[in-house]
């Protein structure tokens, strides 16, 4: 178990412990950029990979577009 691994269970078991959803994670966009797929879909108890995707990629245009901008290699380029 990778260190991001147990410290996302404990973050897990701490929201358990408060009656908070395991979608809470969804406004911790910070925890989730370092993990592994695989390891958040078994963490979070889900029945494959592509569930918790769909659960954690559903972002607003809004986003998208912040992401397109701060990502977009048209924005980097040095003339």
């Given amino acids: 178990m990778t260190e991001f691994e147990l ?3 404990n973050f897990m078991l701490y929201c358990s412990s408060k009656n908070l959803s395991t979608k809470t ?3 911790y966009d910070q925890t989730l950029k370092g993990g592994e797929w695989a390891s958040l879909s ?3 108890g889900h029945s494959s990979v592509e569930v918790t995707q769909k659960g ?3 972002f607003t245009d809004s986003e998208i577009g912040k ?3 701060k990502y977009s290699p048209l924005n980097h380029l040095k003339v």
């Fill in 67 to 69: 992401k397109y901008q």
């Fill in 42 to 44: 078994r963490i979070f």
């Fill in 7 to 9: 410290q996302l269970g």
């Fill in 25 to 27: 994670l969804k406004s």
């Fill in 56 to 58: 954690y990629l559903d």
